[in-house]
């Protein structure tokens, strides 16, 4: 049953990834100028450039089996720094018409990776990446079944949906120590895994689903390493502490991006309490709460608001460390007799407002409004 549902998940994503694609190729691989075979689009600065495509002579895919990304190109006299791989750029090199691309080299100018740049390809062996690569989207190396190794650099910090989904020869994966999200089916499929290096010093605090490995790895022979003196926090959370095998033997790293998330906005009445929950890296970070305004609601050391008036105020959570984070979430007191309104905001006073209403009255729950990302802020992690 289980690889029944494996296999119908495959199915599903090869079949949405190829509808996305048929859609969206037209403007992905859309360029501005083709200099030594690779296409590129300019961005909006004018300054930098990304690259689309392999194209020579208005031909898809050249008869290359390396794509050596320079750090900047020169057109029309203007110079340019390759700061991207864009969307679908090198995704679907495999059919037998095309020569097998095997290797990318990708400068330290790069800084954004785009979904799907390196899905299914085929013979695809080996990629180099740049220190300064910090985003790499959903199913970037998906399908990619000679891929064998891949160390991801320090300063990545969020790994994308199905990223090596179905790599099923991927046997190593180094993961920096800057990762914040792993995403869901991140490395489904991969089930030849033998090591994993995961250097990220607090897991806890690391927002990652707890699927990742769904069909992956066997976890009584993958071994998993990870920094020394992290073996206990690893064990305490999940999917990490499904490795039988796990060694700590890395070198730690305390020199890591410190990062707080709080929930950017609540609505409360007054008399209520909510349990604001700061989810930190470091794990242990030690933290102060403050009000912008007592008169409206006030918090104390664990992070527990209590509504005193209506009214708006701010909470900030800030790290007690010299160069720590800090994180804002903004409260909306109202009066518990005029909150008989449209609370769900569907047009309509029913049934599930007043129930909102009833719940509230007895103490029984608080509105949440998750909100897009705000500066240092985004909504809790999902685990």
């Avoid at 090199?93 to 790069?110: C, D, E, G, N, R």
């Avoid at 998906?142 to 090596?164: A, H, Q, R, T, W």
Wanted: with cysteine; aromatic share 10%; glycine share 6%.
């Amino acid at each position: 049953m289980k690889t029944t549902n494996y296999s119908l998940r495959i199915r599903s994503a090869c079949l949405i990834f190829m509808i996305v694609m048929t859609v969206l190729t037209c403007f992905s691989n859309s360029y501005d100028f083709i200099v030594d075979g690779l296409a590129y689009k300019k961005h909006t600065d004018g300054k930098t450039v990304g690259v689309t495509s392999l194209k020579v002579n208005g031909n898809v895919y050249p008869d290359l089996f390396e794509a050596i990304i320079p750090e900047t190109v020169t057109y029309d006299n203007v110079d340019y720094t390759v700061s991207s791989i864009e969307n679908y750029a090198f995704s679907g090199m495999m059919s037998s018409a095309y020569p097998p691309l095997q290797k990318v080299v990708i400068p330290s100018t790069v800084t954004s990776i785009g979904a799907w740049a390196f899905s299914d390809l085929k013979n695809f062996k080996s990629v180099t990446m740049g220190e300064n690569v910090e985003q790499i989207g959903d199913g970037a190396f998906s399908d990619c079944n000679s891929l064998e190794s891949i160390v991801l650099p320090d300063k990545l910090s969020d790994l994308g949906y199905f990223m090596f989904q179905s790599c099923n020869n991927l046997k190593s994966v180094t993961i920096g120590k800057n990762v914040q999200r792993i995403g869901s089916n991140a490395f489904i499929g991969c089930h030849r895994l033998e090591n994993i290096y995961s250097h990220i010093m607090s897991p806890a605090a690391t927002t990652i689903y707890t699927d990742i490995f769904y069909e992956g790895p066997d976890f009584s022979t993958c071994t998993l390493h990870v920094p020394n003196g992290t073996k206990e926090l690893y064990l305490s959370c999940e999917p990490w502490n499904q490795f039988e095998i796990i060694v700590d033997d890395l070198e730690p790293d305390f020199d890591f991006q410190p990062w707080i998330h709080l929930a950017l906005h609540i609505r409360m009445y007054v008399g209520n309490t909510h349990q604001l929950t700061a989810f930190t890296n470091p794990a242990d970070m030690a933290v102060s709460w403050s009000s912008s305004d007592e008169l409206v609601a006030t918090v104390d050391d664990t992070g527990l608001v209590i509504a005193i008036a209506p009214g708006n105020a701010v909470i900030t959570v800030t790290g007690n460390e010299p160069g720590f984070p800090s994180a804002t979430c903004d409260v909306t007191v109202k009066e518990v007799d005029n909150m008989i309104d449209d609370v769900n905001r569907d047009g309509t006073v029913d049934i599930a407002d007043l129930n909102h209403v009833i719940n509230t009255m007895l103490g029984k729950t608080n509105f949440d409004i998750p909100t897009g990302n705000q500066g240092g802020n985004t909504a809790p992690p999902h685990k």
